[in-house]
Nanobody, 120 residues
Framework: QVQLVESGGGLVQAGGSLRLSCAAS????????MGWYRQVPGKLRELVAS???????HYADFPKGRFTISRDNAKNTVYLQMNSLKPEDTAVYYC??????????????WGQGTQVSVSS
């Protein structure tokens, strides 16, 4: 069993910062990709950023220059540093990971989500 546990969400004023963390635990052979999606009610879940095991990152257009994704492979943890937050960043943020199990199956896993609310 693999679990992704997120932390770091909350309420912040516009212009403020938050740092999200997501730790993966359980039976894993390798974590290929870790990243973050977000979702607001009535809209599809959208990619925020992702990072591969070797370090390459990918960002959606909207967080570029404001959000930074990083990863600690030793801790199986991914971080999302969010600066210059805007009210439109308000959403539930979900951690995800593409993990290879000990049986060499590659599966997608999701965290439970953490609420980020930005007040104007």
């Amino acid at each position: 069993q693999v679990q992704l546990v997120e932390s770091g969400g909350g309420l912040v004023q516009a212009g403020g910062s938050l740092r999200l963390s997501c730790a993966a635990s359980g039976s894993m052979f390798r974590i290929n990709v870790m990243g973050w999606y977000r979702q607001v009610p009535g809209k599809l879940r959208e990619l925020v950023a992702s990072i591969r095991s070797g370090g390459p990152t990918h960002y959606a257009d909207f967080p570029k220059g404001r959000f930074t994704i990083s990863r600690d492979n030793a801790k199986n943890t991914v971080y999302l540093q969010m600066n210059s937050l805007k009210p439109e960043d308000t959403a539930v943020y979900y951690c995800y990971a593409v993990i290879v199990t000990p049986t060499l199956a590659e599966n997608n896993y999701w965290g439970q989500g953490t609420q980020v609310s930005v007040s104007s």
